[in-house]
């Protein structure tokens, strides 16, 4: 029972990463959207949910600092190896999409934040849900104004985020009871997590070389602050804490976010709206990505034993 739960932790993780990272992300069914390509993407965000697991349960992390800096190391396995964005516009691209999407977004708003409601109560689900769904309504708007982009219909925004939101409804609830076992994979599977990354990194170096610098320094940065939390922090994680059965009608309460978002999208698509919402984006977090990593890692440093609580 403890590999399986171990299993769906990671599967149920790598969805709701997915989603934040990639569905909300680009908004809309694309020309290359299938079942087949939303499989194998939502395998390979697994895959990175499996490291970002691993960091946040070896190392004891049980604060949202060491949060970031795990959800830092899964945006920049992501945006670093799998693609190569972190080296396209140096220095911004080394946040913007790791730190200021994946860390601030996905891990910080979309696994921690939304989970923490789902445990707390209806309430604090349907405030976090609908606050997301605003959010994520005005950002959908850019996609009219990018050339790879375009205006969707109404009928097909809504298709797209309900449909996608109806998946990630019992990852959530899985989520939250698979984490009542310790996640402790064995160490083989680390072993070949680590080597596939380390191979995918050497396969696409060439076409990004400065990444044979960068990378390694990035991560670093996150290895030490997060052995320093190590060092610092008893037994456990916020593994043990976001853990507990959650629920039904407090699970439904997540289709506030689509039902919010389309609602926005709705709104502005009969003001014929012409905002690029992107760049506010890029504006705020882009920043924020490197102050909340920077403060993330004095914290470790500077931190003290949080005696088990989160």
Known sequence: MKTIKNILLVLSTGYIFFYFSERLFWARFRPEDSAAEWLWTWLAYSLMAYVFLFLVSWFRVKNIWGIFLAGAAFGW????????????????????????????????????????????????????????????????????????????????FAAHLFLATLIVVPAYGLANWSSSERFAPPRWMTWLAGGFFALAFVAAAPAAPSAAIILPVLLGLVYLGLRRNRLNEKDGSLLDVLQGPVPAGRLLALFILPLTGTLVYAGALALDLQWQTNWLLYLVTTPLGFILFGVGFYKMFKGKPSGGSA
């Not at 405030?127 to 104004?145: E, M, P, T, Y």
């Open 77 to 156: 396995l992501g945006e670093g190896v799998i693609v190569q964005t972190t080296y396209e516009d140096l220095p911004l691209s080394i946040s913007f999409t790791a730190l200021a999407w994946h860390a601030l977004i996905t891990v910080w708003v979309g696994w921690y934040a939304l989970r923490l409601a789902l445990l707390r109560s209806t309430w604090a689900t349907v405030k976090w849900a609908a606050w997301v769904g605003v959010g994520f309504g005005f950002w959908a708007i850019n996609w009219w104004l990018e050339p790879d982009g375009g205006v969707s219909t109404l009928a097909e």
